[in-house]
């Protein structure tokens, strides 16, 4: 684990001044398309050891309509033209990359969660928290099209608590007990061109 951690920091510090123009393109476009707002939106997510961290985004809703703990289906009018792009882009988590750095998240683990669902972690489930949350993981993967899934249902948050969120919790715990460097690599492989 002190491979990936090192891995994790020096990777993040050179994606971070390469993707740097990008980043200053991006920023310009949201100014424009977004004016009203921050550019940059930070919500509290839990971390290794179940402690809370900020985590960095990028602004994706009207202004002032971000809800905390509540999931985001593809078709929540909250979200605006723009930044629904960012969204199906993957675009906005591009700033998670600061959490990287300064180490409260990986490149891959489990996705941070909002508070209250670590709480309901019990037994073997919590040997979740033992890793760092990550960028994109196995359960990441899987549920690339979350917010599409999501949009289906009569009630998007029951149906994130009562199928999704068990299920990552259960792609989580095997992702944890047979973690390895090439499992890693495979995970970022089919996340960048899966």
């Known amino acids: ?4 951690y090192i ?4 990777f993040s510090l050179i994606l ?16 424009i398309k977004m004016p009203k707002g921050k550019f940059v939106y930070r919500q509290v997510r839990i971390g290794k050891g179940g402690k809370p961290f900020r985590i960095f985004k ?22 605006l033209p723009f930044g629904r792009w960012l969204r199906e882009s993957k675009v906005d988590t591009f700033l998670e990359l ?14 941070p969660d909002v508070p209250g669902y670590a709480d309901k972690l ?19 993967i899987k549920y690339r099209h979350e ?21 990552k919790v259960k792609i989580n715990l095997e992702y944890y007990e047979n973690w390895s460097v090439w499992l890693d690599v495979s995970m970022l492989w089919k996340t960048i061109f899966g």
């Open 1 to 4: 684990m002190v491979i990936k």
């Open 7 to 10: 891995f994790d920091r020096i």
């Open 16 to 31: 971070l001044v390469v993707l740097s123009p990008v980043l200053l393109v991006i920023f310009i476009l949201h100014k």
């Open 58 to 79: 990028m602004r994706t809703m009207a202004d002032n309509s971000e809800v905390e703990g509540s999931v985001t289906p593809s078709d929540d009018p909250r979200v």
């Open 98 to 111: 600061i959490n990287i750095l300064i180490g409260d998240m990986s490149f891959v683990g489990p996705r």
């Open 122 to 140: 019990e037994g073997d489930d919590r040997k979740i928290l033992e890793m760092r949350p990550g960028l994109t993981g196995p359960a990441s």
């Open 147 to 167: 917010d599409v899934i999501l949009a289906q249902q009569d009630d998007p948050n029951k149906y994130n608590d009562d199928v999704i969120w068990p299920d």
